[in-house]
């Protein structure tokens, strides 16, 4: 088994990240992953959170507002909605993200409610684990 695996970041913005990684953990939509070289493949949606990626033995850390990741034996894809390595994360980044959920939530089918509600927790959460 190979010792890294091809790691892939875009957003609508711009391309963030394209290394080879050791590790990859992600907030998938039914909990945190941690895809590794040889991983089994897998499709899942990504909830508001940091992505973080081992290369070298050091972590570097992306902040994701969702979106998809696409993981495989070779590599971990993943396509977020909005993305900004954490050096670019304030607070004011945060309040906005947890705004524009909020609003979401408000505008909200019945159906999707419940997935609008948690949303607005994880943004609520990135803004207490940043410190605010």
């Known amino acids: ?8 970041l875009v957003s609508p ?4 990240a394209s290394m080879a990684a050791e590790s990859v953990s992600i907030p998938g939509s039914e909990g ?15 909830r508001p959170g940091y992505v973080s990626v081992v290369v070298g033995g050091e972590t570097t850390d992306y902040l994701v507002t969702g979106g ?4 495989s034996a ?17 607070k004011e980044v945060l309040e906005e993200f947890h705004r524009l959920a909020e609003e979401d939530a408000k505008d909200a089918s019945e159906h ?3 997935a609008a509600a948690r949303r607005v927790a994880d943004c609520h959460e ?3 684990r940043h410190g605010t």
């Open 68 to 71: 998809f990741a696409e993981i």
């Open 74 to 90: 070779e590599g971990i894809s993943v396509l977020a909605e909005e993305a900004l390595p954490k050096g670019e994360v304030t």
């Open 126 to 128: 990135l803004l207490i």
């Open 1 to 8: 088994m190979a010792d890294t695996m091809q790691f892939d």
């Open 112 to 114: 999707h409610s419940a």
């Open 32 to 46: 945190e992953m941690v895809a590794m070289p040889g991983h089994a493949p897998v499709v899942t949606t990504l």
């Open 13 to 16: 913005e711009r391309k963030l």
